[in-house]
T-cell receptor, first 114, second 111 residues
Framework: SQTIHQWPATLVQPVGSPLSLECTVE??????LYWYRQAAGRGLQLLFYSVGIGQISSEVPQNLSASRPQDRQFILSSKKLLLSDSGFYLC?????????????FGSGTRLTVV | SQQGEEDPQALSIQEGENATMNCSYK?????LQWYRQNSGRGLVHLIL?????REKHSGRLRVTLDTSKKSSSLLITASRAADTASYFC???????????FGPGTRLSVLP
């Protein structure tokens, strides 16, 4: 069966420090991978989307970047965190194709920038 | 990009009652999805309904889709305290394979 791992669960980082969040998927090949951010009590904002190794699409300009060094690994990074980067970060995967499949989400990372 | 908007923003009911949440969207879609999120956790996929379907059931969940009104509803029957969560509808986004989420409905089921 397919599983998705996301870590760490919580993270407190000072302003200006770097960030690296990792997400891995098991049990499937060539998944679509996504990074979303959720502000408190709000909906999800798509940050990055990938259909394959090295293929990254960015929805909005961010102080963040993403990389997909392996088929089932998706990394969210920042060189220097801002206070506004605080939030709940969610990784998800879906079956590639026409978009007629649901997402499977990771358990999320709560990032607090202080 | 198109986006679903859930209504109401918050809903509080007694255990055993039915809960109905609505989602409206702006442009034509080929499918719509509903997700649940428990506090501080990831989202869980509940149901996907295609544009040629009018109603779909899964256990105590019933989803309807009215493409003429560009709206969908999620009905939870005989609610339980464990149904307390936020519920989101999601519609296809710009990339064709991503989804856009509304702000959600926060459901509280009181014992």
């Amino acid at each position: 069966s397919q599983t998705i791992h996301q870590w760490p669960a919580t993270l407190v980082q000072p302003v200006g420090s770097p960030l690296s969040l990792e997400c891995t998927v098991e049990g499937t090949s060539n998944p679509n991978l996504y990074w979303y951010r959720q502000a408190a009590g709000r909906g999800l904002q798509l940050l990055f989307y990938s259909v394959g190794i090295g293929q990254i699409s960015s929805e909005v300009p961010q102080n963040l970047s993403a990389s997909r060094p392996q088929d089932r690994q998706f990394i969210l990074s920042s060189k220097k965190l801002l206070l506004s980067d605080s939030g709940f970060y969610l990784c998800a995967w879906s079956v590639p194709g026409t978009g007629n499949y649901g997402y499977t989400f990771g358990s999320g990372t709560r990032l607090t920038v202080v | 990009s198109q986006q679903g908007e859930e209504d109401p923003q918050a809903l509080s009911i007694q255990e055993g009652e039915n809960a109905t949440m609505n989602c409206s969207y702006k442009t034509s879609i080929n499918n719509l999805q509903w997700y649940r999120q428990n506090s501080g956790r990831g989202l869980v996929h509940l149901i996907l309904i295609r544009s040629n379907e009018r109603e779909k059931h899964s256990g105590r969940l019933r989803v309807t889709l009215d493409t003429s009104k560009k709206s969908s509803s999620l009905l939870i029957t005989a609610s339980r305290a464990a149904d307390t969560a936020s519920y989101f509808c999601a519609t296809p986004g710009n990339y064709g394979q991503n989804f856009v989420f509304g702000p959600g409905t926060r459901l509280s089921v009181l014992p």
